[in-house]
């Protein structure tokens, strides 16, 4: 029997495999599965996006997409976001709201989330009422022209924790 001991431990990400037992077959096989496969049938999902300073000064012209369209019949549940800002060298200012969208949907908003002179963790908040819609990509935005960058090197990281839900 192997000792698990000495493996190393990873933080898996969705791609990885995973080494199961099919019961479904005779003599119960092993076989590999992804992570994201396994996590897909507790029905939640995470993902993480990561915004270089380049893709954080142009967010209200080019958008980011956080989660893409999950196909006809589905629509994408967000159930928390999470951003973390790491300071760069200046402070950005203008236009540093972040909305993550569904669609033309505002569905979460972070008051700011950009606009600091340190390094900040934070919830993005929702609006209230969600509206969603099907097979569309959740996206990362700021709702009025691009942010000011002042020569910041600022970057950005998104995790959203979500499920796919088929209609």
Known sequence: MP????????????????????????????????????????????DK????????????????????????????????????????TATITGNTNLNVTSGSNNVFTQAGGIGFASSKTGLIS??????????TALSLKVPTGNPTMNGSTSTLDIYVYYRILTL
């Open 3 to 46: 000792n698990i001991n000495s493996y190393p431990t990873i933080t898996p990400t969705n791609g990885d495999l995973v080494l199961i037992s099919d019961i479904s077959s005779s003599g119960n096989p092993t076989k590999t599965a992804t992570a994201g496969s396994i996590a897909e049938l507790g029905e939640f999902s995470f």
């Open 49 to 88: 996006t990561s915004l270089t300073s380049d893709q954080i000064k142009t967010l209200n012209t080019s958008p980011v997409i956080l989660i893409g369209a999950p196909g006809a019949g589905k629509v994408i549940v967000p159930i928390s976001i999470v951003s973390n800002f790491i300071y760069g």
């Open 126 to 135: 929702t609006l209230g009422d969600l509206f969603l819609d099907t097979n």
